[in-house]
């Protein structure tokens, strides 16, 4: 943190730093700060952090109509559960800092999930898991595997059998749409060889999700309970992204 601290003063990015702790609620820090006018929030931490910065960024939007257009920077820290920023083009800690002062904004789409939000992507098991598709196709799926609604392109190894798919439907976090992966391994067959796992490939603006049992899990970190209304708002935040980003 020291070492950011002195680079970002390096490069003239003076502001108001603020550490959050077990007493300090980020809701209530980032809504204070929009308050007094900030012109720029800057998330430090992983995907559990910028998360959290996205949802108190909208929620106080929606509570006092302030912070419409406030640009959000990131700035990653540590190697774990840190998915999100290279896909938006940051590298690590110093690159970030470089990539906050060459200030390149980009207005992104976010995905809702009830009444919580998400950058990159929703996950929930597919086993026993029934999506509701525009309220006119319903598919109850009960093989296990993966079902994926990206809304950024994914930051990690992609199964075989979805390369095909993301290669000609590439996931773009400003078309107004998400992509929805189901991605499932067949229970093997008595009399025949066990079949090649099958990937199933949508676009879509809204579905909901319903699992009595397991939960649906935004940007690898917020955990949600279904039924979970998912869809996409177009267009709605500010994003301060590196010129070396995973979408054009």
Not at 148 to 162: H, R, S
Not at 216 to 241: E, G, H, M, W, Y
């Amino acid at each position: 943190m020291a070492q950011i601290e002195t680079r970002i003063t390096d490069l003239g990015l003076n502001g108001k730093i603020i550490r959050l702790d077990v007493m300090r609620n980020i809701q209530d820090a980032v809504s204070n700060e929009i308050k007094r006018g900030a012109k720029t929030i800057i998330a430090v931490g992983n995907d559990i952090t910028i998360n959290r910065v996205v949802n108190a960024i909208l929620r106080t939007e929606i509570n006092t109509g302030l912070g419409a257009n406030l640009p959000l920077g990131i700035i990653p820290i540590g190697d774990k559960n840190n998915l999100i920023a290279p896909i938006l083009g940051i590298t690590d800690a110093e690159d970030a800092c470089d990539v906050l002062s060459a200030r390149r904004v980009e207005k992104l789409d976010i995905g809702q999930a009830n009444q919580n939000y998400f950058l990159s992507q929703a996950s929930i098991t597919s086993k026993n898991t029934t999506l509701e598709i525009d309220q006119n196709y319903s598919v109850e799926i009960i093989d296990p595997g993966l079902i994926n609604i990206f809304n950024l392109p994914p930051a990690y190894a992609i199964p075989p059998t979805q390369k095909d798919f993301l290669k000609n439907n590439q996931p773009f976090p400003g078309d107004g749409k998400l992509d929805l992966y189901i991605n499932t391994k067949p229970k093997k067959s008595l009399i025949k060889s066990k079949p090649p796992p099958s990937t199933s490939y949508f676009s879509l603006d809204k579905l909901t999700i319903i699992n009595n049992k397991e939960p649906i899990t935004l940007d690898n970190s917020l955990k949600i309970q279904t039924p979970a209304q998912i869809s996409v708002l177009k267009n709605k935040l500010n994003i301060i992204v590196g010129k070396d980003r995973g979408f054009v």
